[in-house]
């Protein structure tokens, strides 16, 4: 309902809790698939990444040190920072929907032209532009996946979701297999066909996207709120040919006054002097798990071949059971996110992780582990870790109002990957090559104590967040008491 008086313009709508009540169904499926693809692509790219080092080394492929191999991983990395926070700029101002087209898009040219990369200035230079598209989904897509997800099922969903990432980890692991074994493909082409795959799975997926409404919680605040009604009429009507008759409304409306966009000042100042203890909480979440997981992750093919002398062409069977284990654990765990809580379940993940991969590394210090086993301890560290990270995503975007969630979640992640991921491969691509456990077990021994600290940040300063509504956790900018 649209009301106006002498200086302002406002909406009283109950369209957030009309989503909120909804059963789940087909339509979310729909959610679920179109935008999960975005983590799949990002796994995929990644793995890619991490199990083709090794190949790059050679001389008919692009002939790469183990320290240009570390760098081009930064520059996918360092490309994801400018990328996120101008499109999750963008999509704040301009929709969601809109903003997962162009991003996606950008994706999917960087990876078909990373294939014809042809030195280590071209190769670097397209695996940024991936990193920009990248990012660029990481806030489009996770602000539209909260705004259209029931409460009752965000945190379970959007976990579920993130997981996908090593969905592609496992598609990649499994092409590297073959792709990257020379009796099948030549050396100098399979490197080249492995970066197609994203291309191929991309292209596909823009189709569907085009079935996924704008987030009608956008819509509101962008004052179109007959679009907004539309929509969700035309997903209640879908649902209850499913479903039959949907539950009552149960929370009130809420009233939205229409105003001009959000200005850059307003949106540092609500980050960061507003909300600075969320702030904090969000950067710590972030940074640590970016660190963690970039740190072992890009490096992983050469941990195999330099310490256990894994031929590049067996690397993949080493990933896949690595990618399922972190795959499953925010499948398995993330229920409780929604049941037990989610300051709970963030501490035990994030404390979880860090302590195991300080045994681990104590172990691989000592040498006591063989590929096998250390590619098992791997498997339970990110069994935990993975569900960890995930949750950092959950709580950016739960924790801000929604004009700026999508910019929240570009800036959090653009911190986490400037300041914990960046410089991680590169750094560990530099231990490994040194050729001393002490040296790489120390890495190790940093990343378990961020995990930790990070906890530690959640027991203070986390939110319980479980199943309440966006705007009662975080009430839009425009909302009127």
């Known amino acids: 309902m649209e009301i106006q008086d002498t200086q302002q313009r406002y909406i009283e709508t109950t369209i957030p809790a009309r989503l909120d009540r909804l059963p789940w169904s087909k339509w979310h499926w729909l959610i679920v698939f179109g935008l999960g693809i975005t983590w799949i692509l990002d796994g995929l790219q990644v793995t890619l990444q991490g199990a083709i080092g090794a190949a790059l080394q050679s001389k008919v492929a692009l002939g790469l040190t183990e320290h240009q191999i570390g760098l081009s991983a930064t520059c996918y990395?360092?490309?994801?920072?400018?990328?996120?926070?101008?499109?999750?700029?963008?999509?704040?101002?301009?929709?969601?929907k809109k903003l997962f087209f162009i991003t996606l898009t950008v994706y999917l040219c960087a990876a078909f032209l990373t294939a014809f990369a042809w030195n280590f200035e071209s190769y670097c230079f397209f695996l940024a532009l991936s990193g920009a598209g990248i990012g660029g989904e990481c806030a489009a897509v996770n602000s539209a996946i909260d705004e259209l997800i029931p409460a009752r099922l965000r945190g379970t969903v959007d976990l579920a979701i993130n997981s996908t990432y090593w969905a592609g980890a496992i598609i990649g692991s499994f092409a590297t297999i073959f792709l990257l074994n020379p009796s099948i493909i030549p050396e100098w082409l399979g490197w080249r066909l492995s970066f197609g795959i994203g291309a191929f799975l991309g292209l596909g997926i823009l189709l569907v996207r085009r079935w996924i409404p704008e987030s009608p919680r956008w819509l509101i605040i962008a004052g179109k709120e007959q679009l907004a009604e539309k929509i969700?009429?035309?997903?209640?009507?879908?649902?209850?040919?499913?479903?039959?008759?949907l539950p009552p409304i149960t929370e009130p409306a809420i009233k939205i006054v229409i105003k001009k966009r959000t200005s850059l000042w307003q949106i540092f100042k609500v980050l960061f002097f507003d909300n600075r203890k969320r702030a904090f909480l969000g950067l710590s979440l972030m940074v640590s798990q970016?660190?963690?997981?970039?740190s072992i992750f890009f490096t992983y093919a050469l941990v195999l071949s330099h310490f256990y002398h894994i031929a590049p062409s067996n690397i993949g069977h080493y990933i896949v059971p690595f990618a399922l284990g972190n795959w499953l654990g925010p499948i398995i765990l993330g229920r409780l996110f929604d049941l037990v809580g989610r300051k709970i379940m963030i501490t035990a993940t994030y404390a979880l992780s860090g302590i195991l991969l300080a045994i681990t590394a104590s172990l691989f210090q000592q040498g006591l582990l063989t590929a096998e086993t250390q590619s098992l301890a791997w498997v339970i560290i990110f069994f935990f870790a993975s569900a960890?990270?995930?949750?950092?995503?959950?709580?950016?975007?739960?924790?801000f109002p929604l004009e700026l969630r999508a910019m929240a979640i570009a800036v959090f992640y653009a911190v986490g990957t400037l300041v914990g991921g960046v410089a991680a491969p590169a750094f560990f691509?530099?231990?490994i090559a040194a050729g001393s456990k002490d040296n790489l077990a120390f890495g190790y021994y940093i990343g378990a104590a961020l995990m930790i600290f990070a906890a530690l940040i959640e027991v203070f300063f986390g939110?319980?967040?479980e199943r309440k509504s966006l705007e009662s956790i975080s009430p839009p900018l425009a909302e009127i008491d």
């Open 388 to 399: 960890a990270a995930s949750s950092a995503y959950l709580t950016v975007s739960e924790l």
């Open 290 to 294: 970016a660190f963690f997981y970039n």
């Open 429 to 431: 691509s530099d231990l």
């Open 232 to 245: 969700v009429d035309e997903v209640e009507a879908e649902i209850e040919k499913e479903h039959g008759t």
């Open 463 to 465: 939110v319980a967040a």
């Open 77 to 96: 990395l360092a490309g994801a920072v400018p990328g996120a926070l101008l499109f999750g700029y963008a999509t704040d101002r301009f929709g969601r």
